[in-house]
């Protein structure tokens, strides 16, 4: 981080209860099944939390799962379309695809390092550097090939490792079928209120066993045309933010032995967008200066990221322990635009003592971050009196953090001698060695105890190479940095009866440290930020498998918090403040009837800092950035019998996410953002071939805005508010054909 203008919108920084469902709780079960011959019961799930397969109801920890079925009913374009039906689970969008940050239990992404990691099946995503702004660009995968996306609430250090404080999104992957030759087809066509044209996208996916119960191959490849619906008033162009993604998929199983499965992954995708979803408000009134849809730049914002993945996961049953073997080799590439005339340009003058007249200024943010990963574990076999698991786990990384800002005329022309304004170029290489291991010991036929340690070593290299007249001239600057980490894990599990389950949790996690630009009076390094979260839940099975009941309450202490400080215009991180978080989570899934599936899910989130900090505005209590208060879902699903071959389903969802706030109160910068409500609703028809789909996203039109920045220019001044306004309504229609 060199510029005060870190990012897009420098985000990372700082009556209808009719019980209604977009298949949002995680417990129900997958759709396309017939309701007239379906149990009057909930179904097992299996997930992969505690990198075995367990039942989600038997796990001592808090876990929330929805399906691959459930999330397309919707057609959602990102994550953020569907997060609020999980508890807890809090994301910050930067108004595309793409451009979100994560946060789980009120550990929000202050500072530049992601606080909740992302994992595509066995395989860590994103970076644990702090130059890589992960914090912002959390993956956001589409969710064509999703079987199903798993959330673990709190920390998850120990399995899992670095940068998962607030705990862990994970999404679980399709995997090819030996048995069956499968093609899947389909397009999706929807309107957006004020969008300038239809939305649209085709997918398709084939599913082809090369050799009966050894060998297959699954390959898939999508493409989403989303149209824009935001205006910019100053330049009167319209629907500016349209998006595109795109992406592709082969994966291959291989089975050459019984005890021996190979899995091999090529995973592609691609985000690019014109402009973000923002509106500009005024900073005095907080009211859109033009309309409540309008965008106020002089220049374009575009967006575009870039993802390659390649995995290979070995698993070898050796009978008395299975041995699972985890590589990947990723790319990831952002290249982003920021028009900041009105950070920047205002201050030219000042630079130039009145010779240069206010101006333009583009920042322009190239981030290209490399990452292999390479994990090892032997797990005994589940169930019995002892459990154990033991692993280690490397990582190397290399980023590439380029950053630039110009000086133009108002009429687009380079001015001689001080554009470019600042260049800077962060090169990071992250390397972390790792071993880990926890076991399940059993005192009696109800009740065991599970605990677990990791400890984790990293090595930094850093450069701060920069120039221009807004950073003094041309340096370059060397760093490093080495630290160790500890974690631990310890969970007491009671299985009341068969079904209810008591368990309590003390786990701890981290987020690296690493080095610091070179100022004046500034640390060469920063230290890891730690944490230690205390759990209490319950999980149950009632009413003969009809109602599941599960309930968690926490406290968090965080320490060591890595915050951004300022240096004329430079920041810099260093350690600072405390915070806590405690609060409650709950969800629940009831069968009344046959066919029908009710539910509800909610938090109570209560996180604020302890203590003052000044370097970033907060005084002891205010409450953490991004972080609502409140939260809940209500759901309803009902599944019928059309004919024989026939079944039809109808829902929605409310979704309920409370005020939240963009800075600590105390900040200069702090503005707030309202709560809002979101109807979804769908319904659809289907059977062994055809499925057919309709579904309103945000049904009633509500105008709300999820996040918002204060644009504050380099003289001091505030500019304006920049809000990301939720997609007004979609109606859409999606067909899908399976062979």
């Known amino acids: 981080m060199v510029f005060r203008c870190e990012t897009p919108r420098r985000q990372a920084r700082k009556g209808f209860l009719a019980g209604i469902a977009l298949a949002a709780l995680p417990l129900l079960p997958a759709a396309g099944q017939a309701a007239s011959t379906e149990p009057l019961l909930l179904e097992e799930i299996i997930v992969t939390a505690q990198k075995r397969l367990e039942n989600l109801q038997t796990v001592p920890a808090s876990v929330s799962v929805l399906s691959g079925e459930r999330i397309a009913r919707s057609s959602p374009t990102g994550v953020a379309d569907y997060a609020a039906y999980m508890p807890g689970l809090a994301i910050s969008s930067g108004g595309t695809p793409g451009q979100v940050s994560l946060a ?123 149209q824009g619906y935001i205006g910019n008033a100053r330049s009167g162009a319209d629907d500016i933010n349209d998006n595109t993604q795109k992406g592709a998929r082969v994966a291959l199983l291989w089975r050459p032995a019984e005890p021996v499965t190979v899995r091999l992954q090529a995973l592609f995708q691609k985000v690019d967008s014109r402009n973000n979803a923002v509106v500009a408000y005024d900073a005095a009134t907080d009211r859109p200066i033009a309309g409540r849809l309008d965008s106020q730049y002089y220049m374009d914002q575009p967006f575009t990221k870039d993802l ?50 206010a101006g333009l200024s583009r920042f322009d943010l190239l981030l290209d971050h490399e990452k292999f990963t390479q994990e090892v574990r032997l797990a005994s ?15 190397w990384e290399d980023s590439t953090n380029l950053q630039t800002a110009s000086a133009q005329t108002m009429s687009g022309s380079s001015i001689a001698g001080l554009d470019p304004l600042a260049i800077a170029s962060l090169p990071t290489t992250y390397e972390e060695v790792a071993v880990f291991g926890n076991a399940t010991v059993a005192l009696t036929d109800r009740f065991d105890i599970t605990a677990g340690l990791r400890w984790a070593h990293n090595n930094q290299d850093f450069a701060q190479i920069s120039d221009g007249a807004l950073l003094g001239g041309a340096q370059r600057v060397p760093g490093k940095s080495s630290e160790n980490v500890l974690t631990f894990m ?38 890891a930020d730690t944490l230690v979260s205390y759990e209490a839940g319950v999980k149950s099975t009632l009413l003969d498998g009809r109602l599941q009941a599960n309930a968690s309450v926490f406290y968090i202490d965080w320490k060591d918090i890595q915050i951004a400080g300022s240096n004329g215009g430079v920041s810099f991180l260093q350690n600072g403040g405390k915070a806590q978080s405690k609060g409650l989570e709950f969800e629940t899934v009831f069968v009344p009837a046959e066919g029908w599936r009710l539910g509800a899910n909610g938090a109570y989130t209560d996180a604020s800092f302890k203590g003052d900090i000044p370097e970033v505005g907060a005084q002891d209590g205010d409450r953490l950035p991004l972080i609502p208060r409140y939260s809940f879902a209500l759901t309803a699903d009902y599944e019928w019998s059309l004919s024989a071959d026939w079944t039809a389903n109808a829902g929605a969802g409310y979704r309920w996410t409370g005020a939240v706030h963009s ?20 319904a659809g028809v289907q059977n062994d071939v055809v499925a ?14 999820t996040t918002a920045d204060l644009i504050t220019s380099a003289l001091g001044s505030p500019v304006q508010i920049d809000r990301t306004v939720l997609q007004p309504r979609t109606i859409g229609l999606s067909v899908d054909f399976t062979y």
Not at 693 to 704: C, D, G
């Open 104 to 226: 789980l239990r009120g550990v929000a992404p202050v500072g530049p390092g992601a606080t909740v990691g992302t994992y595509i099946d066995d395989t860590p995503l994103g970076s644990s550097a702090n130059y890589a702004r992960a914090a912002i660009y959390a993956l956001d995968l589409f969710p064509y090939d999703i079987q199903q996306v798993e959330v673990l609430r709190g920390p998850q250090g120990t399995l899992y490792g670095a940068s998962t404080m607030g705990g862990l999104l994970k999404y679980v992957t399709r995997k090819p079928d030996l048995k069956e030759t499968q093609i899947r087809l389909g397009s999706d066509m929807s309107a957006t209120n004020s969008a300038g044209g239809a939305n649209w996208g085709v997918r398709g996916q084939v599913n082809l066993p090369l050799i009966e119960d050894r060998l297959a191959v699954q390959a898939s490849l999508y493409k989403q045309k989303n």
């Open 692 to 705: 057919v789909r309709f579904y309103i996203r945000n049904a009633a039109n509500s105008h709300a805005t």
């Open 490 to 527: 310890a969970s007491p599990r009671l299985r009341v009866d068969e079904d209810v389950t008591l368990y309590g949790r003390v786990a701890s996690s981290y987020r690296p440290g690493g080095p610091n630009v070179a100022l004046p009076n500034v640390p060469p390094s920063v230290d």
């Open 381 to 395: 076999p589940s169930g019995g009196g002892f459990e154990w698991m033991l692993g280690g786990f490397y990582t």
């Open 663 to 682: 800075d600590p109160e105390s900040s200069p910068e702090f503005v707030r953002t309202r709560a809002y409500g979101v109807l979804d609703i769908n």
């Open 308 to 357: 390659d993945l390649y995995t290979a996961t070995i698993d070898w049953d050796l009978d008395f322990a299975s041995l699972t073997s985890a590589s990947s080799y990723s790319t990831a590439k952002v290249d982003t635009a920021q028009d900041a005339s009105a950070i920047y340009g205002v201050a030219f003058p000042a630079l130039t003592g009145g010779a240069v007249p």
